[in-house]
């Protein structure tokens, strides 16, 4: 078994002879003694940094304030930092001599949504959001993606003895509108910057922290957006025979279209189609003109999209029809893709996580929200996402056994418990990149 030495050129001389059984693997056991010693002396800082985040959190490309800080604290490590890439994202990049770029993806936004949590570090700050005063809230963790990634960078670098290569470091903006990967992409992301062997990221979700889930293959939905205005012709609520309806069009539409879910998806396969808004009318004695609905479209694969969309486009032309009313206006916009975790990445991270957390590592179903980091992916980069629990073990038994349910991610009471959470996260993701490094090297070695 190969162990990674304080040697360098030994390491390297090994590889470029083939010497190296084909499965040489991470010394985990003592590289988690030395990223235990790291986390110890940064997290005070790290917990200072979450902490203001989490207080004051910026919406989709707003982030301005959030990316200065990661900025400074990336800068102070010895990263050559760009930022303003995609409007609010920033770029790090740290060479260490030759070898593969891996790259670790933190996003910088939160969402427009006040914070129950009661916490004395939590966002009471607002902003402006769509011509709307909003409050902005930290409530999917992205500032515990934010604080991990800070102590992930530190961690590498102190153990840089252990790896040659570039450590590429993207702070993005906009994941939770899905927007912010495709900009950094279209702002030279993989062209200006060394186009990564590997990408990286983590999310957090409502389970035990210690816990990590992860999955190969697809990992999360894809997500298109739908807008639908039903036309009708308006006119006085007690004589409707002189008008045509698009409320009770719209109602009709909103219960018929899960018949394309229930009756024409195949039921083995994942698809959703959920209305989250609808708007029409004034008061109750008057038809409306018109009634605009907004919906999201949720499915793992091409053909199965496919075919909501073509079932979605049919139930609402049907429903005017059948009112007698112009055809309304259909508007599916394309989200983005589902992750897709790649197998053999995959195969060799958990390895290296196994040897750490053992039986708290464990494979998750795939997920139905959706994550623009697919897009890395899509850009022809190896990737893997994987995911951290926040709340403490007794919560979540609590919660099973009949006690108050866990807040999810987006709910107004999300809290991690940063300190637990961002350590099993650091560590993680050490790991993760310093396997991936092995992961290049142990190919190129053997090839
Ligand atoms: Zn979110
Ligand atoms: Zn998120």
Partial sequence: MHRFTSSLAATAALFATTLLPAHAELDVVSLRKSIDTSIASSYPALDALYKDLH??????????????????????????????????????????????????????????????????????????????????????????????????????????????????????????????????????????????????????????????????????????????????????????????????????????????????????????????????????????????LSGTIRSYKPEVRARLHAGIERTAKAAAAMSGAPAPDIKILEGTKPVINDPDLVAATAEALKAAFGDKLRVSPPGTASEDFSEFAGAGVPSMMFNIGVYDQERIDAARNGGPPIPSNHSPQFAPVPKPTIETGITAMTLAVLSAFEQKNRRKGTN
């Fill in 55 to 292: 207080a004051h959190p910026e919406l989709a490309f707003q982030e301005v304030k959030t990316a200065a800080k990661l900025a400074a604290e990336m800068r102070s490590l010895g990263f050559e930092v760009t930022e303003k890439v995609g409007r609010t994202g920033l770029v790090a990049i740290y060479r260490n001599g030759d070898g593969p770029t891996i790259m670790v993806r933190t996003e910088l936004d939160g969402l427009p949504m006040e914070e129950k949590t009661g916490l004395d570090y939590a966002s009471r700050d607002k902003t402006s959001w769509g011509g709307r005063e909003v409050f902005v809230a930290h409530s999917c963790g992205h500032d515990i993606h934010m604080a991990t990634w800070v102590g992930t960078a530190k961690t590498l670098l102190g153990l840089k003895e252990q790896w040659r290569g570039t450590l590429m470091f993207i702070a993005q903006p906009a994941e939770e509108i899905v927007a912010g990967a495709r900009a950094m992409l279209a702002d030279g992301l993989f062209t200006r910057f060394p186009k990564p062997d590997i990408a990286l990221a983590l999310h957090d979700g409502p389970f035990a922290h210690g816990t990590i889930f992860y999955r190969s293959g697809v990992g999360t939905s894809a997500a298109d957006g739908l807008e639908v205005t039903f036309h009708g012709r308006g006119g006085h609520g007690s004589a409707p025979h002189t008008t045509i309806d698009p409320v009770a069009i719209a109602a009709r539409f909103i219960v018929d279209v899960q018949g394309v879910i229930s009756r024409e998806k195949d039921p083995t396969e994942f698809g959703v189609v959920t209305v989250g808004a609808i708007h029409g009318g004034t008061v109750g004695n008057i038809i409306p003109d018109s009634v605009q």
